[in-house]
């Protein structure tokens, strides 16, 4: 695979390129660019067929580049110093990363990865660069297939898993939005005050509670009319953080 290194550290694209030639001999290190517009000429031109990209840049970081070609017809995996906001947002949108310094083990994975499933969902990419910017979002953008559909927070109502699928009810909506995440991955993206994991199976928008029926076998009744188990161990702390709501 012909591939393109970016960043604006010298010293990264340096260790990286070792790391790739050392184990990874199928990937050929064509071009190593520490200056992100000039090696926005080069993809124009001669695209990669997998792009090393580092996220912060001066003048133009990662995302910005992306956003300037046409189409991004080649394997992506971003580099990046660890920033919470944008692993949080690569996870979920399952686009590949590397955190530096770079570990070799972590490299391979991501090229093999690469190797199987090359093709970029640009509505991953662009939900990335959202939530990755907005640590609190007060609008979420699921990809659900080819789009990519803006939610706003605020009118979830809660979100229900069901093995590896996770349904997400929104008020208004005549039926749920299905993805293919875990419930675990929707509470580290909505961690805030506003939501509560109330069992195993579900993940709830507190405001949108219209009773709590406190007896054995406890359960919520949702604004829509859903009843919703609360866990026997998660009440003492449901009912206190109502209290502040």
């Known amino acids: 695979m012909k591939a393109y290194l970016i960043d604006d550290e010298i010293n990264c694209t340096e260790v990286l390129q070792v790391l790739l030639e050392k184990y990874c001999p199928s990937v050929k290190v064509a071009a190593v660019f520490n200056d992100p517009e000039q090696a926005l000429d080069s993809i124009k031109k001669s695209p990669p067929q997998l792009l090393f990209l580092d996220i912060e840049m001066p003048i133009m970081n990662g995302f910005d580049l992306l956003r300037q070609l046409e189409t991004i017809n080649f394997g992506l995996i971003f580099t990046t110093a660890y920033d919470q906001y944008a692993i949080k947002a690569f996870r979920f949108n399952a ?66 898993s069901d093995g590896a699928y996770v349904s997400v009810y929104v008020k208004g909506a005549s039926k749920p939005i299905l993805l293919a995440k875990s419930l675990r991955e929707f509470e580290e993206l909505l961690n805030n005050n506003q939501f509560f994991r109330t069992h195993n199976s579900y993940l709830i928008h507190l405001k949108h509670i219209k009773k709590v029926i406190r007896q054995e076998g406890s359960e919520i009744v949702m604004a829509n009319g859903t009843s919703v188990p609360l866990a026997r161990s998660k009440r003492a702390e449901l009912l206190h953080l109502l209290a502040k709501v």
Do not use: C, T
């Not at 310094?101 to 391979?108: R, S, T």
């Not at 939900?127 to 990519?148: D, F, N, T």
């Open 95 to 160: 686009l590949d990363y590397l955190l530096k310094p770079v570990d070799k083990d972590e490299l391979l994975a991501a090229v093999n990865k690469i190797k199987q499933s090359p093709h970029l969902d640009a509505a991953r990419l662009w939900s990335a660069q959202y939530l990755s910017v907005h640590p609190v979002p007060e609008r979420i953008a699921l990809p659900v297939g080819y789009e990519l559909l803006m939610v706003d927070v605020a009118d979830i109502l809660y979100l229900k």
